[in-house]
């Protein structure tokens, strides 16, 4: 079954850094999108950033673009979310996930915490 599983979460200062890092499992990794979403407290969730299968190409939320590097690594099966000058509106919890189009259903990871407060 398909498993996806976040890690790197942790709490940090405005203008800090972050690396989260999200462990795939149960599907053929190389031939899917990947994508992280974050949702804060309150509000609905959105979706932060996207790779395609090779990685050759990314898309970024304009929130984020210029601060966060979406990447993968197709023969470890991982997707990195790098985040840089972390801001408190960065805060939320977030998501690794990717979306089946045989199954029509989205996968999602468990979540990491983020905060970014001084």
């Known amino acids: 079954q398909v498993q996806l599983v976040e890690s790197g979460g942790d709490l940090v200062q405005p203008g800090g850094s972050l690396r989260l890092s999200c462990a795939a499992s149960g599907f053929t990794f190389g031939a899917y999108t990947m994508s992280w979403y974050r949702q804060a407290p309150g509000k609905e969730r959105e979706l932060v950033a996207v790779i395609s299968s090779t990685g050759g190409s990314t898309n970024y939320a304009d929130s984020v673009k210029g601060r966060f590097t979406i990447s993968r690594d197709n023969t470890k099966n991982m997707v990195v979310l790098q985040m840089i000058s972390l801001k408190p509106e960065d805060t939320a919890v977030y998501y690794c996930?990717?979306?089946?189009?045989?199954?029509?259903?989205?996968?999602w990871g468990q979540g990491t915490q983020v905060t970014v407060s001084s």
């Open positions: 996930s990717t979306f089946s189009a045989l199954m029509r259903q989205r996968y």
